[in-house]
């Protein structure tokens, strides 16, 4: 299964796996623009695998910042697609609940996305998932350049919380 810019989009706007559920973030920082294969079978620990990419602009807002001069993606936006991509993967799964960033075990950084990069990819691999008390998904996740990671990211930790929570 895949999800097109179009459905990325709704994703953002709050309501594509219901009120209060599942959402990406919208406008500068929403890091992705299509999800390529999401499936609950799969990946390193066969318990899922998700895989997406985001078009790299020239004129994309983080260049003109960081570094002035020297423009380099920071690599936290990096980690935060791969959260977010987390967190969709829960909503798909039929996890109640707005996924929030609860950690990482460990982040490795071997390259730099400079804005003539044209695309990255994002791979999530599910570890676990835990439905009780709280939804909450463990994952490790690889930002890819060029078909070579540049990003390793092990034990991402997302929860599932409920409005209000």
Not at 49 to 70: E, S
């Amino acid at each position: 299964m895949s999800f097109s810019n179009r459905d990325i989009l709704a994703m953002s706007q709050g309501a594509f796996f219901g009120v209060g559920n599942a959402q990406l973030p919208s406008d500068q920082m929403l890091m992705i623009d299509e999800i390529t294969h999401i499936d609950n079978r799969g990946g390193e620990y066969d318990k899922g695998l998700l895989k997406a990419n985001l078009a790299i602009q020239p004129d994309h807002w983080f260049f003109a910042c960081h570094f002035k001069g020297d423009p380099v993606m920071p690599g936290c936006l990096g980690l935060d697609a791969l959260w977010q991509l987390l967190g969709v993967f829960l909503g798909w799964s039929g996890l109640s609940g707005r996924g929030r960033a609860l950690g990482v075990g460990q982040v490795r950084f071997s390259g730099q996305i400079y804005p003539d990069a044209k695309q990255i990819e994002y791979h999530v691999h599910v570890k676990r998932i835990i439905k009780k008390p709280l939804g909450m998904g463990i994952a490790d996740g690889y930002v890819l350049l060029n078909n070579e990671v540049i990003y390793i990211a092990k034990d991402l930790k997302v929860g599932m919380i409920k409005s209000g929570g």
